[in-house]
């Protein structure tokens, strides 16, 4: 057999150049970047080596410093030209020796790198709707994977009659009621989803009888995952959707939960999201506060390029 490998080395990153017109790498300078429009950047080297075994036969390749990218260089920083020089030389080099850097060129224009601000993942988060919505509360989550990076988005709403409490889930096109989601996860007695939700105020317990009552016409875990398997965004055969429902409900919840993660503990974490809407829904604890900067993160730079890679 032939088997094929590639393996990435040392990585190099030279000082901040240009190739010329007539082919020569040089080194240059913002102001040259800036005069001519340039981009002051340099290329990412990696050591690539190839492994093979062709026929029985092993072989190797090396490939030194071979170019993947070109990555703009921040001013002042440890790949700047300007890094190394006296205060004269940066006069001499056209800048003004006061300049603290911390920007890029691209293009010859001046740019700068900002964070992004995003609301936090992994956390349930109750808004409050407006008076005209079908929904009085949602109750939401981004789930967002360590491993795969990929992210999917939970909620749980009550419906501004005060009497529907639904999930969205993903992949599944319309709203499944609460009750029913327990149900597929395999806790389909009355005692168990009450026991997940676990809110124990008489005022949650009719919330609660609410629940139960919407997924009575489920009994088994079986008809569960049938009823989800209905409403999945792609068509799929009658006799696949138990177990297409099941995937849905056992790998695409809660991705942040990781790999390892049992059915219970989604099943807890979906009682916690109703516990929390429902907690809302009666007062006892405010709605989360979307401009707060507790809820929010900025990815900066480091973050961003990393996704990027």
């Known amino acids: 057999g032939s088997t094929y490998q590639v393996t990435f080395g040392e990585v190099y990153v030279p000082y901040a150049n240009i190739i010329d017109e007539s082919r020569k790498v040089t080194r240059i300078v913002p102001q040259d970047a800036r005069t001519r429009n340039l981009a002051y950047d340099t290329p990412v ?29 921040m001013l002042r920083s440890c790949r700047c030209n300007l890094t190394n020089m006296t205060d004269d030389q940066r006069i001499k080099a056209g800048e003004c020796p006061y300049d603290n850097g911390g920007y890029f060129v691209m293009k010859g224009n001046e740019r700068v790198l900002v964070g992004q601000i995003r609301r936090v993942n992994n956390t349930v988060f109750v808004f409050e709707q407006k008076p005209d919505n079908k929904f009085k509360y949602i109750a939401e989550i981004r789930s ?53 939700i676990g809110s124990h105020t008489e005022k949650a317990q009719a919330y609660i009888r609410l629940i139960l009552r919407d997924c ?53 974490f979906l009682g916690h999201i109703v516990h929390r809407l429902l907690e809302t829904s009666m007062s006892f604890r405010p709605c989360d506060d979307i401009d707060n900067y507790t809820n929010k993160r900025i990815d900066d730079s480091g973050t961003l390029c990393n996704d990027l890679f």
Not at 45 to 72: L, M, S, W, Y
Not at 165 to 193: C, H, M, N, Q, R
Not at 244 to 260: D, I
């Open 144 to 196: 967002m994977s360590e491993e795969t990076g990929h992210s999917v988005l939970v909620q749980a709403k009550i419906g501004s009659n005060d009497r529907t409490i639904i999930f969205s889930l993903p992949y599944i096109k319309e709203a499944i009621p609460v009750g029913v989601v327990f149900k597929a996860l395999g806790f389909t007695t009355d005692a168990e989803i009450a026991m997940l």
């Open 216 to 268: 009575f016409f489920v009994r088994t875990q079986e008809e569960a995952l049938e009823y989800i398997g209905r409403f999945t965004l792609h068509i799929v055969a009658k006799e696949k959707r138990i177990a297409y429902a099941w995937q849905v409900v056992e790998t695409e919840l809660f991705p942040h939960l990781g790999v390892s993660a049992t059915i219970k503990e989604k099943a807890v």
């Open 45 to 73: 080297c990696v050591d690539i080596t190839e492994d093979f075994v062709e026929d029985g036969v092993a072989g190797r390749i090396e490939h030194k410093r071979v170019p993947i990218a070109r990555i703009p260089i």
